[in-house]
Structures are given as C-alpha cells and as structure tokens.
C-alpha cells in the first residue's frame, strides 16, 4: 500500500521537499524493499541464525560500496576511455547523487532476492485473536508514548510561540536533558 501511494504522489512529494522526482522514486522504492526484508531478518534473528544474518547485512553493505566505487570512480574512466563503448551508453555526467541512490536500490533489491524464499513459506492467513491480543497489550503503550511526545516537545513549542529566544529556547531543551538523565541515574 505505501508503494501504491507513495508512488502516485511521488510528484508532489518530490515538489513539497522541492527534490527531483527520480530521487524521491528512488528513495520509495528503497524503503519499500528496507520494509519487505524486515519480517525475514526477524525470522533469523528468532531461528537463531545471526551468521545467515550477518552475511546478508554485511552483503548488502559490501554491494552498495562496490556499486558506488564503480559509478562514481570506475565508470567514469571507462566511459572516457571509450567514448563509443557500451558503459558510455549508462554513463551520465553531474549524475553522482542518481548513482548513490541507485547503488543503494540494487543492494536492497539484492538483500529482498536473497530473502524472498521465505515469503513462500509465510502463512498468509490473517490471525484475529493474536490482532486483538497484540492491540491490547500495545494501544495503551501507543497512548502513552504520545503523551510522552507531547509533554516531551510540547513546552518547546509553547516557548517558541511567546517569542523567546532560540537560545534560550536551546539552553532550556539542554538543561532538560541534563535533568532528565539525573532522574534516570
């Protein structure tokens, strides 16, 4: 669903951040494949599986890093060297910012192929009674981390609508802080 949404207001988001709509496309499409791999890295970490994991994270790591030594210092050069070649063909100038996001779209594509087998095996079935047990237990935690937001941040605001100064206002948040963890200690 967000891919649907995102993907149909990609222009908008892109106007309203005022960013080319070809990072903002980039930029969905990484989230929605970061989001996908999320219930598979959970089923190793639950199997007991942190090498298989550790693999694939640092594998994706490694692939983004590679893929970025590539599009912004290999490919230039072989481009040049060969103005006809076939790297000239995908070989963009003032580009450098497309090729980070897209080094990144493909490690995060690679990391979903390497953990797709396990939406296979999923049961797809909808379970109401763990649903109601699971809103149960976090709707009261959700209610009450808002109101830890609000009262968090509220007093910030409030100071900036009577008009006291930023540094003021930073001194406070800092002396807050400072308090907050003397009452943890």
Known sequence: AFLVIALL?????????NIDVEYVTYTIW???LDALVIMPFSKL????????????KIGNVVVNLILNLFFLVVLPKLAE???NGIFSTFYYSNFQ????????????LATFIVLSPDYFK?????DWTLWRKMMNYGFPILLAGLAFA???HFDKILLEKLHVPK???GAYAACYKIGMFMVLF
Request: proline share 4%; glycine share 2%; aromatic share 14%.
């Open 81 to 83: 060297n060969d103005p």
């Open 122 to 126: 999923l049961n797809w079935k909808f």
């Open 167 to 169: 540094s003021e206002i």
């Open 45 to 56: 970490r639950a199997e007991k599986r942190p090498l298989f994991y550790a693999v694939i």
């Open 9 to 17: 207001y990609r222009k908008a988001l892109a106007n309203l951040a």
């Open 150 to 152: 609000i009262n968090e």
């Open 30 to 32: 990484i989230l929605a």
């Open 97 to 108: 910012v497309g090729y980070i996001f897209i080094s990144n779209l493909i490690a995060s």
